[in-house]
């Protein structure tokens, strides 16, 4: 039996001052090898304790698990093509620097855009939205270097929209169903509450947030983007993480092998470590510095991460609500390193 004290107790000391709450899901593409909750829902006194059941606000683990996974199935369905023009999906996408824009540099985050601007205080809904996105200047020349932008994704969750013929929600739903990765959703049921793990308290909507979206600009969209909106637990996260390792196995597919493959690879773009959604393996990113370089992976603003190490076979979920109660708590970003680097230890 794998003894994973070290990378327990890096989580057992930065509860509560990292987060309040925790779960760990660490495992291969058939087997789950550790998981265990820390710590409790909030700071206060009456809060209880975390569960493994418990229902973390995702945030930008919505790029990996939902946005680029309907890409990947649009793309093997021929509905949408990574070399398609932006514009062709997006009529308003039309400025002549806009010109060269495809929907693989959206993915790639190398498309010119900004990484984030606050839309949600002025602006509600996708026509509103998609205007001011559009009507943006770019901020470098496309395919030049790479930004990480909530904004692309947001207009990658509306073309998605588009090629699917339905809501990116629905189109969601039905993998989540056809692959039993259970709890994975967009605004979860109310009845859920008690089993979700706050966030912060949101000085613009005057409230705790609750099994309501973090991310603003997600909250004026409704509660689902391209970038943020999915809630989840640790195993659901985990699930399908096993199914990224089946494929790369050449197991239960997720996708065809080409467009799989195409995904998970470093792009070409200068200086970048960005594959097509998800980001690559460095030894300075929250993955610490023993995964190998097939690692790929992605973080969460409200203190969420999923790592999946192809070589090793080694999945590792780490979700918490750092952001609670203030989203000014960055002490997550020294535990992330020092955990990762503790479970490959582990393993050794």
Wanted: with cysteine; proline share 5%.
């Amino acid at each position: 039996m794998i003894d994973f004290k070290l990378a327990r107790q890096v989580i057992s000391r930065a509860v509560p001052t990292a987060f309040p709450a925790a779960v760990v899901n660490v495992g291969h593409h058939d087997e789950v090898l550790w998981q265990e909750p820390f710590g409790v829902l909030s700071h206060k006194p009456e809060a209880p304790a975390t569960r493994l059941e418990t229902i973390f606000d995702l945030a930008s683990l919505t790029k990996v698990l939902a946005t680029a996974t309907v890409a990947m199935t649009a793309v093997d369905n021929r509905r949408l093509a990574l070399e398609d023009p932006v514009s062709h999906w997006i009529p308003g996408w039309r400025s002549q620097d806009r010109k060269v824009v495809n929907v693989g540099d959206l993915l790639a985050h190398a498309s010119g855009l900004t990484g984030h601007l606050p839309f949600y205080r002025d602006h509600r809904g996708r026509a509103e939205f998609e205007d001011a996105i559009c009507t943006l200047p770019l901020e470098y020349v496309p395919r030049s270097r790479s930004i990480y932008s909530d904004l692309g994704f947001i207009l990658l969750g509306f073309l998605l929209e588009d090629a699917g013929g339905t809501s990116l929600q629905a189109q969601f739903d039905q993998l989540v169903k056809d692959h039993r990765w259970g709890e994975l959703c967009f605004r979860p049921n109310v009845t859920f509450r008690d089993r979700i793990a706050p966030t912060e308290v949101d000085s613009w909507r005057g409230r705790l947030l609750i099994g309501e979206v973090d991310d603003e600009n997600t909250w004026a969209l409704s509660g689902v983007a391209g970038h943020a909106g999915l809630f989840g637990t640790a195993l659901a996260v985990g699930r399908f993480a096993q199914t990224v390792l089946q494929q790369a196995r050449g197991g239960t597919p997720l996708s065809q092998s080409e467009t799989f493959h195409r995904f998970i690879t470093r792009t070409t773009v200068p200086k970048s470590s960005r594959a097509l959604g998800w980001d690559t393996m460095l030894p300075t990113s929250s993955c610490g510095t023993r995964m190998s370089t097939t690692a790929i992976g992605h973080t969460g603003f409200t203190g969420t991460s999923l790592w999946i190490d192809i070589e090793a076979d080694l999945y590792v979920v780490l979700l918490t609500n750092r952001v609670c109660p203030s989203r000014t708590n960055d002490a997550i970003l020294d535990v992330r390193p020092a955990f990762h680097d503790a479970v490959i230890a582990a393993l050794i």
